[in-house]
T-cell receptor, first 116, second 111 residues
Framework: GESVGLHLPTLSVQEGDNSIINCAYS??????FIWYKQESGKGPQFIID?????DKRQGQRVTVLLNKTVKHLSLQIAATQPGDSAVYFCAVNFIAGGTSYGKLTFGQGTILTVHP | DAGVIQSPRHEVTEMGQEVTLRCKPI?????LFWYRQTMMRGLELLIYFNNNVPIDDSGMPEDRFSAKMPNASFSTLKIQPSEPRDSAVYFC?????????FGSGTRLTVV
């Protein structure tokens, strides 16, 4: 079946370092990708998204890279801060039957810990 | 914009009791999703609606689970009877085609 997975379940970095969180997906027809941040006791919070017609998108301190050839997605966080500590999920929208919308499928999550 | 509003935030109930979780989506969002999150299984999509109509309920674990969306501003997820293995955080999310927003979740504990 379809799957979305993460390469690293945990990531520890020092404050000020750059962080890279990775995600692999299996369906080459996927057309929309989102990164979410979830802090303890809260719901997933949208960080950044990218559509399949792009390979890079930048936000404030975050960059998402999409490599459709190898079906890989990454989130780069620049100058990581203690407030960035959270669980990060990638989510993928799968196209089904030619329709442009399908259900969002989440990866397992990566725990990012930022040490002061 | 108040975002997606879920109630209650916490629910503790005894096994066998009926539980009803509530969600108010963001106005103008025509998709509504119910997710369940556990440590073992992560985020699982239970059901989603488009324009108040259930589109895919293949993630609903058993007949004990049911969901309704009587209008564009309200949805419920009901578990009857509840069991300890239903303990989880239940999230509601709403979206337009590209704008997914989650609520703060309901933490359900069935004892």
């Amino acid at each position: 079946g379809e799957s979305v997975g993460l390469h690293l379940p945990t990531l520890s970095v020092q404050e000020g370092d750059n962080s890279i969180i990775n995600c692999a997906y299996s369906n080459s027809a996927s057309d929309y990708f989102i990164w979410y941040k979830q802090e303890s006791g809260k719901g997933p919070q949208f960080i950044i998204d990218i559509r399949s017609n792009m390979d890079k998108r930048q936000g404030q301190r975050v960059t998402v890279l999409l490599n459709k050839t190898v079906k890989h997605l990454s989130l780069q966080i620049a100058a990581t801060q203690p407030g960035d500590s959270a669980v990060y999920f990638c989510a993928v929208n799968f196209i089904a039957g030619g329709t442009s919308y399908g259900k969002l499928t989440f990866g397992q999550g990566t725990i990012l810990t930022v040490h002061p | 914009d108040a975002g997606v509003i879920q109630s209650p935030r916490h629910e503790v109930t005894e096994m066998g009791q009926e539980v009803t979780l509530r969600c108010k989506p963001i106005s103008g969002h025509d998709y509504l999703f119910w997710y369940r999150q556990t440590m073992m299984r992560g985020l699982e999509l239970l059901i989603y609606f488009n324009n108040n109509v259930p589109i895919d309920d293949s993630g609903m674990p058993e007949d004990r689970f049911s969901a309704k969306m009587p209008n564009a501003s309200f949805s419920t997820l009901k578990i009857q009877p509840s069991e300890p293995r239903d303990s989880a955080v239940y999230f509601c999310a709403s979206s337009t085609l590209y704008g997914y927003t989650f609520g703060s979740g309901t933490r359900l504990t069935v004892v």
